[in-house]
Nanobody
Framework: QVQLVESGGGLVQAGDSLRLSCTAS????????LGWFRQAPGKGREFVAA????????FYSSSVEGRFTISNDNAKKTTFLQMTALKPDDTAVYSC?????????????????WGQGTQVTVSS
């Protein structure tokens, strides 16, 4: 089992930056895909970004590419989502998820473990 805990959410203004963290514990050895998803009020959950270990290849949704950066500190078992130029449309609960090995980037059903989520609110 792997446990995931997100942190770093909060209330910011449009144009601000925020960094989310996802820290893993438990049986964390081996290759994996770590993804960030978000769910805005009244909407379905959508893929944001993901990274694979080993290798640190990454993939982004078109709505965040160029503004968000995903990175790994594997020694600390933590994955970061650096968010810049935030917009009100980025307001959502952000959750990290981890899949075993190299799974499909964007398909949430292929991720095995999920965190509880952290709220990000961007005011205009």
């Amino acid at each position: 089992q792997v446990q995931l805990v997100e942190s770093g959410g909060g209330l910011v203004q449009a144009g601000d930056s925020l960094r989310l963290s996802c820290t893993a514990s438990g049986r964390t050895s081996g290759s994996y895909t770590l993804g960030w998803f978000r769910q805005a009020p009244g909407k379905g959950r959508e893929f944001v970004a993901a990274i694979r270990w080993p290798g640190n290849s990454s993939f982004y949704s078109s709505s965040v590419e160029g503004r968000f950066t995903i990175s790994n500190d594997n020694a600390k078992k933590t994955t970061f989502l650096q968010m810049t130029a935030l917009k009100p449309d980025d307001t959502a609960v952000y959750s990290c998820a981890r899949g075993i090995g190299f799974i499909a980037w964007t398909i949430e059903g292929t991720y095995t473990y999920w965190g509880q989520g952290t709220q990000v609110t961007v005011s205009s």
